[in-house]
C-alpha cells in the first residue's frame, strides 16, 4: 500500500470510505511527518490534539454512513485564516497570541465538510511577501534543493547551507503540501501568493474569481484583491477542496450569491473546442529560455488534447504590476490601521495616546509590512491621491478591459508561465531593492488586478532539477474550463516526483 | 516624485509607525525605490477612463437592519491588552 502521507485528496477519500485505513491513522500518519519535518518550519503551529479528535469523530462519521465530501482529509491552515481557541497571527508580531473567538467562513466550510486541521501554517508576515523570508517565525525551508546541493538537516535539526525559498505568501502551505505533511493546505492570494508558491514547489495552486471564497475571517491585505483558495498535489484535489471552500456568504458583501458548480466533475471534460489564448505581451525580457519553452510546450500538449491555440494581445499587461504596488498598499495602510495596540495583540506603552500608538506599530510590524504601510499612506494623502490612487484603479480598469476584449474573441482561457524564473535561494533577492522581490508576481498579479481566477499547475523540472508551473486565467467565474484545462497539462506532463525528505 | 527624510518623518507619523533617525535614510531609498517604479504609470493615456470601483460586475448585497450578533462583551475584550469592566482601557487622552 502507498505510505498513508503520499496520497492524493481524493484516493484517501475513496480508501477512508472503502475502510481501507482509518482516519485516525490518516492523521497520525501525518502528525508523524510533521513531527521529523520541523527543519523545514513549515508549521507555526501543530494542533494534533485537535486533529486526532477531529479524525475521531470521522471515523464515526463514516462507520455511520454518513461521510460528508472532505471526511477525515487532514489539512494545514495558512495562519491567515483566524480559527476559533487556535491562534491566529498572520506570521506578525503585532497580533501577538490573539485567539479569535470565531472561525472563518473558508475553514468552516472545510470542518463541515468533514476536514481535519493538522495545524497553522508559516507565510510571509501579512501575506506581504513573494519567498516567506518576512514571516515573524522564520523563513520556511523549499523541501527542494538544486541538484547537487549540498543543503541538509544537521544533527540539531538545524538546515546546513543555503536552502531554497518555497515562494510566497503562502510557503507554508505549499512546503507543506509538497513535504507531503498534508493532503492539501489552504493559502489566499492577492497578487500571486498561491500561484507562485505552487510553481516553485512543484504543486497545484489555484486563486478563484474575486468574490468566489469569502474573505470573512480571514486577516485583511488588499480587500479589492485579496483571494482564498486550495494549494494540493493533483488538480482533482484543488477541485475537491475548493468546492469545499467557496460559499455564499451573508457575512462577506462581496462574496457572490452563485451556487459552488461540482468542481471535480469538470476536471475530466477534456479541452476539445476550447479555444486558449497566448498572451505576447508575457514574453518578458530576460525571460529564461526553459521557462518560453514550457510555455511553449504547454500550448502544444493543450492543442495535442484537442484545443485551439491563438495568439491574443493583453496591452497594458506591463503596467499591471506598478498599480498593484500602488493600490494593494493603499488598500493595506488602511486595514491595518486596526492594529493600535487596543483591543488586542502587542501593546508598547508610550507617554500618551499617540506615542503609545507608534511604538506598537514599530515593535510589531516587520519592516515590508512597514513599507507597504507608508508607501500606501503616502498614496493617499492629501495633494497625491489623483497622481497615484486614482491613476492606479484607471489603469486597473484598463488591465481588466484588455482581458475582457480577449474573452469576447471567443477565448475560453489564456497560458502563460507561473513566475519568471524558478525557486531562488534565501537571501537571493530584494535585499537592496525591494522592487526585485516584486518582480516575482509580474505573471500573476494582473489576473488578481482584473478580478479573474488563475490556476498554477507544475509542468515540469528546469535544468537544475526544480519544479516550473504553468499558469491559466479564466473568465470570471470559470474556475471549471480551469481544472479541464490543468488537468489535460497534469496528464500530459505526468505527476511531477516530488523530493524525498532528506530532512527528516 | 520622490520623498525626503523630512516627508518620510511625516508619512512614518500620519502611518502612526514610530521611526529611528537609523531607520529613515533606508526607508527613504526603499520608498523612492517603489515610486520610482511606479512612474512608468505616467506614459499611460487615462483619459476619460473611469477608476475601478468594483473588480466584479454585482450588485452589493443588502440585508435587514437589524441586530443579528452581539451580547458577548467578554469575548470582545477577552484578547485585549488592559481592560476593566468589559471597556477597553487606553491611555488618558482628556485632561
Not at chain 2, 523612492?32 to 466584479?56: C, H, K, R
Request: overall charge negative; some cysteine; proline content about 6%.
Amino acid at each position: 500500500m502507498t505510505e498513508l502521507t503520499h496520497l492524493t485528496i481524493a484516493e484517501a477519500r475513496d480508501g477512508l470510505k472503502a475502510k481501507t485505513f482509518s482516519a485516525t491513522e490518516l492523521a497520525q500518519a501525518h502528525i508523524d511527518a510533521i513531527q521529523k519535518a520541523k527543519a523545514l518550519n513549515a508549521f507555526v503551529l501543530e494542533t494534533p490534539e485537535k486533529a486526532l479528535a477531529m479524525a475521531k469523530a470521522s471515523d464515526e462519521k463514516i462507520a455511520r454512513g454518513e461521510a460528508r465530501p472532505m471526511e477525515g482529509i487532514p489539512l494545514g491552515i495558512k495562519d491567515l485564516f483566524c480559527t476559533e481557541g487556535v491562534v491566529s497571527t498572520a506570521a506578525s508580531k503585532i497580533l501577538g497570541n490573539f485567539t479569535p473567538p470565531y472561525e472563518s467562513t473558508v475553514t468552516s466550510n472545510l470542518w463541515n465538510d468533514g476536514a481535519v486541521m493538522l495545524g497553522k501554517l508559516n507565510m510571509d508576515e501579512f501575506a506581504m511577501g513573494s519567498s516567506n523570508e518576512t514571516s515573524a517565525f522564520g523563513p520556511v525551508v523549499s523541501p527542494w534543493r538544486r541538484e547537487g546541493s549540498n543543503v541538509s538537516a544537521g544533527a540539531s535539526g538545524q538546515i546546513e547551507g543555503t536552502h531554497l525559498v518555497p515562494g510566497g505568501s503562502s510557503g507554508g502551505s505549499a512546503a507543506a503540501v509538497a513535504a507531503h505533511l498534508c493532503l492539501g493546505a489552504t493559502a489566499t492570494d492577492t497578487g500571486g501568493s498561491i500561484r507562485q508558491p505552487a510553481a516553485f514547489t512543484g504543486t497545484v495552486g489555484i486563486k478563484p474569481t474575486y468574490g468566489r471564497v469569502s474573505r470573512w475571517g480571514t486577516v485583511a491585505f488588499a480587500s479589492s484583491l485579496d483571494q482564498a483558495g486550495p494549494i494540493t498535489r493533483t488538480v482533482r484535489d484543488a477541485a475537491i477542496m475548493l468546492r469545499s471552500m467557496a460559499s455564499p456568504d451573508a457575512k462577506d458583501t462581496t462574496c457572490v450569491d452563485l451556487p459552488v458548480p461540482d468542481y471535480e466533475a469538470a476536471v475530466t471534460r477534456g479541452v476539445k473546442g476550447l479555444r486558449i489564448g497566448i498572451p505576447k505581451e508575457y514574453r518578458v525580457d530576460g525571460m529564461s529560455p526553459e521557462i518560453e519553452g514550457l510555455w511553449h510546450q504547454g500550448a502544444e500538449w493543450l492543442r495535442a488534447a484537442g484545443a485551439e491555440i491563438v495568439e491574443v494581445s493583453l496591452p497594458h499587461t506591463r503596467y499591471a504590476l506598478p498599480a498593484y504596488y500602488i493600490v494593494a498598499p493603499a488598500e493595506a495602510s488602511s486595514n491595518l490601521a486596526r492594529y493600535d495596540g487596543v483591543r488586542y495583540g502587542l501593546r508598547e506603552n508610550g507617554k500618551d495616546i499617540v506615542d503609545m500608538y507608534e511604538r506598537t506599530r514599530a515593535a510589531g510590524f516587520g519592516r515590508e509590512v512597514k513599507r507597504r504601510i507608508m508607501i500606501g499612506t503616502y498614496v493617499l494623502s492629501a495633494g497625491y491621491y489623483d497622481a497615484y490612487y486614482v491613476r492606479a484603479q484607471k489603469i486597473r480598469t484598463l488591465i481588466k478591459r484588455d482581458f475582457e476584449e480577449v474573452y469576447a474573441q471567443g477565448v475560453h482561457a489564456i497560458l502563460t508561465p507561473a513566475t519568471p524564473s524558478a525557486a531562488f535561494g534565501i537571501g537571493e533577492k530584494g535585499s537592496g531593492d525591494p522592487v526585485e522581490m516584486y518582480l516575482n508576481d509580474i505573471f500573476t498579479v494582473t489576473v488578481n488586478m482584473a478580478g479573474l481566477p488563475g490556476l498554477a499547475v507544475p509542468a515540469g523540472l528546469d535544468s537544475q532539477g526544480l519544479p516550473l508551473g504553468l499558469q491559466l486565467i479564466g473568465r470570471a467565474f470559470d474556475e471549471e474550463t480551469l481544472f479541464a484545462a490543468g488537468q489535460a497539462i497534469e496528464d500530459a506532463a505526468g505527476r511531477i516526483a516530488l523530493p524525498q525528505p532528506w530532512w527528516a | 516624485m520622490s520623498v525626503d527624510e523630512k516627508t518620510v518623518r511625516r508619512i512614518a507619523h500620519l502611518a502612526r509607525i514610530a521611526v529611528t533617525d537609523e531607520e529613515v535614510p533606508h526607508l527613504q531609498g526603499e520608498l523612492n525605490a517603489i515610486l520610482s517604479f511606479v512612474e512608468q504609470l505616467n506614459e499611460v493615456n487615462v483619459d476619460g477612463v473611469e477608476p475601478m470601483t468594483s473588480v466584479t460586475p454585482m450588485v452589493m448585497k443588502k440585508r435587514q437592519d437589524g441586530v443579528t450578533d452581539g451580547g458577548y462583551p467578554d469575548k470582545i475584550v477577552r484578547n485585549a491588552p488592559a481592560t476593566e469592566d468589559s471597556f477597553f482601557l487606553v491611555p488618558k487622552v482628556v485632561e
